[in-house]
């Protein structure tokens, strides 16, 4: 089964500074995306990108998709102290996002004002 | 902005006993899921949900787990006999084609 898994680290930033979180799967996927959860909170949907897609952009963030690697990178550009929460990849195999979601660990950013 | 939303938002049952949690997803969406997370684990798919049936489930969704849509807006998450490792958070979603909105969840405490 698809499985994300995010880079293992816990990132600490200043304000201002950019955030760079990685994820790698192991299968073949349709869709990846990225979920923010803020401490004791639900999951809050970020960007989906497909994989036929190279780099999708949102606002502040920026993922990246590699399909030949298995793997994704989520940039937030010019942090800010409200970014502060666990960053979650989820993959899909279906071209929708309406089947099951396979999620990596998470990884925990805190930004410092 | 449209949201799911979750009740209790914290459950607190002995081993043996069994609970629901309910959930009113999107008013217009059609897909609806649950999800779990025990404490420091990653988010796990428990069970899709659509036109009326179960459209896929994992390992995890044995027969000690049952799901409903009762009505037009709840969908509620039954466990039949809990037990101490189904303490977790448990999560609701609901989706249109393509993206699944999370409700902020439940978290089921067996003692």
């Known amino acids: 089964s698809q499985q994300g898994e995010e880079d293992p680290q816990a990132l600490s930033i200043q304000e201002g500074e950019n955030a760079t979180m990685n994820c790698s799967y192991k299968?073949?996927?349709?869709?990846l995306q990225w979920y923010r959860q803020n401490s004791g909170r639900g999951l809050v949907h970020l960007i989906l990108i497909r994989s036929n897609e190279r780099e999708k952009h949102s606002g502040r963030l920026r993922v990246t998709l590699d399909t030949s690697k298995k793997s994704s990178s989520l940039l937030i550009t010019a942090s800010r102290a409200a970014d502060t929460a666990s960053y979650f990849c989820a993959t899909g195999d279906a071209y929708y996002g309406n089947n099951r979601l396979a999620f990596g660990k998470g990884n925990q950013v805190v930004v410092i004002p | 902005e449209p949201e799911v939303t979750q009740t209790p938002s914290h459950q607190v049952t002995q081993m043996g006993q069994e609970v629901i949690l309910r959930c009113v997803p999107i008013s217009n969406h059609l897909y609806f899921y649950w999800y779990r997370q025990i404490l420091g684990q990653k988010v796990e798919f428990l069970v899709s949900?659509?036109?009326?049936?179960?459209?896929?489930k994992s390992e995890i969704f044995d027969d000690q787990f049952s799901v409903e849509r009762p009505d037009g807006s709840n969908f509620t998450l039954k466990i039949r006999s809990t037990k101490l490792e189904d303490s977790a958070m448990y999560f609701c979603?609901?989706?249109?084609?393509?993206?699944?909105?999370f409700g902020a969840g439940t978290r089921l405490s067996v003692l």
């Open positions: 299968t073949s996927i349709n869709n």
């Open positions: 979603a609901s989706s249109d084609l393509n993206i699944q909105y």
């Open positions: 949900f659509y036109n009326n049936e179960i459209s896929e």
